[in-house]
């Protein structure tokens, strides 16, 4: 029989902590610029395929999906913009 390791160790070995670190998505094939996996933006896709009805979106509606995404991102910064102390004149 082979050495028996603790279940906090094997679950170490078997799970990548930096997998879904970035909303960002790594280069891939498709073209997806966002990381649908990651803990923030996964809700959001979730409800975004409910209010579709769809279980599985086609790439337009991914790429709608992302648009939003990017859309809300250019909002947030805007908003911390306008936010950062200073007074209007």
Do not use: C, V
Request: charged letters at 35%; aromatic letters at 8%.
């Amino acid at each position: 029989m082979g050495k028996k390791i603790s279940w906090e160790d094997a679950q170490k070995l078997g799970s990548d902590p930096n997998k879904n670190e970035s909303i960002y998505a790594p280069h891939n094939k498709y073209g997806y610029m966002i990381n649908i996996n990651h803990p923030k933006i996964r809700p959001m896709y979730e409800r975004y395929k409910d209010k579709l009805g769809e279980r599985i979106l086609s790439d337009r509606q991914r790429m709608t999906f992302e648009m939003l995404i990017f859309q809300m991102i250019e909002r947030n910064k805007n908003e911390q913009g306008d936010t950062d102390g200073k007074a209007d004149s």
